[in-house]
């Protein structure tokens, strides 16, 4: 869209040929006759881009006293507009006091036409990335991104086809117990598309309270409830041309719902306070561990929406279901948590590994990685045994009686063959075994696949 260049001036020649220069150049222009005029418009909400400001006028043609009332006005609304002051009355005083009342440059009247377009193009260059800048110190606020591990048969599917809709724009709901890890996975899904250059935002939206859904959403201008107190940018423009994650999208309110809806079908959404409409270019990915087909039936959640949000639906397994998973998943956490934390780097026994496969993991992934954080700072040594776990035993699959190393060794590799389909260089790497070694195993316990 061409920048929008407000002309405030009681000289109507002087505008036309204003005009002139900047339509032929491109611009989108509006006029005022007087700064109180141009305040009426402004309080329209009408876009404007930056502004030309006439400091004399009919009521007081020398000292400047209206222009500096009108930049007083613009400071006190907050209004983000450059302005670019002019007069033809020459001083370095007025010229001195317009900057320091917020003018962001002057020029003298009749100005030199390239000297006018360069200073406008500066400053409508400067302001643009202000913004953008103020949109980055906003997204410092998102989840870094995070390595994606697996391993498993189940998780290689669904690998297998995601990576077959990543590159589109398809709307992607996906769903599974907390804790399987669906927020890294939608990091992965935007890595992997077109868009992987462009931001991702992801919002937690049962953690947004009802009254401020629009707000966290779509943002507000400065005034348009009583602690708005500066304008906001919402999620949907802090995503543009990238992905937006919507987690735990099954919390939404019924209200709120019909107000997401509307963004989905028409790609349009409005900042609170604001009268004109913005468009919206993300790539959505939702997710959740909700029952649709239960709070859809409920009323609880609006059918429609759901048909727009999963035009592709992919159900994460649980850890209990990637058992294969479980071993490569607890090196990274050691890793990251060793690191986070500046400690040695800590191998896991062998009965540490018995223990962590055996365990039925209600928490998923999450909890995998909190036992081994807390299992990492409470370290006293290099090597993590079953104790130091510290895993609750009455969640445990399958719990284990007390049984002679050699046991243990026994029911460990047949877990693994049987996590592998019997496949043994797999299970030898699930178990941290070379091949060698494996099959000396199988020999020792006569294991035959």
Known sequence: MP?????????LEIRLSARFILEDSGYLVLECSDPFEAQALLETDQAVNLILLDMNFSRDTTSGNEGMAFLQYVQKKQLAIPVIAM?????????????????????????????????????LTLNDLTKKNKKLQQQLNDHPSQPFIYNSTAMQQLIEQLEKVAKTDANILLTGENGTGKSQLAQW??????RKTQPFIAVNMGAIVESLFESEMFGHKKGAFTDAKSERIGRFELAENGSLFLDEIANIPLPQQAKLLRVLENQEYEMVGASYTKKANVRLISATNGDFSKLIASSAFREDLYYRLNTL????????????????LCEHFISHHAKKY??????????????????????NVRELSHVIERAVLLATTDTLSASHLNLNNNQANN??????????????????LKQTQGHIPNAAKLLGLGKS??????????ITV
């Open 437 to 446: 070694s494996m099959y000396r195993r199988l020999e020792k316990y006569g």
């Open 313 to 328: 639906e992919f159900v994460i397994p649980p850890l209990r279901e990637r058992v294969e998973d479980i071993i490569p």
């Open 399 to 416: 719990t284990l009686p007390l049984m002679t190393l050699e046991s243990a060794e026994r029911q460990l590799i047949d877990l693994a």
């Open 3 to 11: 920048a929008t260049i407000l002309i405030i001036e009681d000289s």
């Open 342 to 363: 500046n400690h040695n780097l800590i191998k896991l026994t062998d009965c540490a590994k018995l223990a962590l496969l055996h365990y039925s993991w209600p928490g």
């Open 189 to 194: 899904i935007h890595q992997q598309s077109a």
């Open 87 to 123: 007069t033809a009355w020459s001083s370095v005083d007025l010229a001195v006091r317009a900057m320091q009342q917020g003018a962001c440059d002057f020029i003298e009247k009749p100005w030199q036409n390239q000297r006018l377009l360069k200073l406008l193009q500066q400053q």
